[in-house]
């Protein structure tokens, strides 16, 4: 099993549509990071978060650490906002590094 | 602030080669870690380096190594290329959390291609 897991693993919505991108995860952690990949390889790094919850814009990212899940929601969802979003966990166990999720494919129609 | 940047940004290697990756960090920013993306693995960290020594390291042969110079710079070296390392290598900086990474700033990565 994953440290991190990801679910969906592809998403297909509406534009306007309101996104929800879960992630799990089974280890020791100090932060976890959510991460945008677009076609290209490029990744943005949208929020890093240790609890509660962080908001920029249209995004949020909530994280329950006593449930070791956070979800990462999309209010009012664009075209532009298809990408790949990717989960990660700064451990705390053995060597402390970001541990990846598989990614959720986001496709947002117009 | 100018951003992560890495060179080249495409590599051809045959097999048995070796190659070096290079990543210059957000000025200010000591850390740097390495990750290889691949479509079967996706993202796997490679290490860390901060402040010239390697902090974190992941599991990967002994093939994979880097450093850090004085300027936060940092190279990668991957020898006896195998057709399984082709990959997209991304480096991150960040700013210095106590023992581990903080916020990843990524630069557009290295596409490696083993033949």
């Known amino acids: 099993k994953n440290e991190v897991e990801q679910s969906p693993q592809n998403l297909t919505a509406q534009e306007g549509e309101f996104i929800t991108i879960n992630c799990s995860y089974s280890v020791g952690i100090s932060a976890l990071h959510w991460l945008q990949q677009h076609p290209g390889g490029g990744i943005v790094s949208l929020f890093m978060?240790?609890?509660g919850k962080k908001k920029h814009g249209r995004l949020i990212a909530t994280i329950n650490i006593q449930e070791k899940h956070s979800s990462l929601h999309i209010t009012a969802s664009h075209p532009r906002d298809s990408a790949v979003y990717i989960c990660a966990v700064s451990t705390i166990q053995g060597a402390q590094k970001l541990v990846f999720g598989q990614g959720t494919r986001l496709t947002i129609n117009p | 602030k100018a951003g992560v940047t890495q060179t080249p940004r495409y590599l051809i290697k045959t097999r048995g080669q070796q190659v070096t990756l290079s990543c210059s960090p957000i000025s200010g920013h000591r850390s740097v870690s390495w990750y290889q993306q691949t479509p079967g693995q996706g993202l796997q960290f490679l290490f860390e380096y901060f402040s010239e020594t390697q902090r974190n390291k992941g599991n990967f042969p002994g093939r994979f190594s880097g450093r850090q110079f004085s300027n936060s710079r940092s190279e990668m070296n991957v020898s006896t290329l195998e057709l399984g390392d082709s990959a997209l290598y991304l480096c991150a900086s960040s700013t210095d959390l106590a023992g581990g990474p903080g916020e990843q700033f990524f630069g557009p990565g290295t596409r490696l291609t083993v033949l």
């Open positions: 978060l240790s609890s």
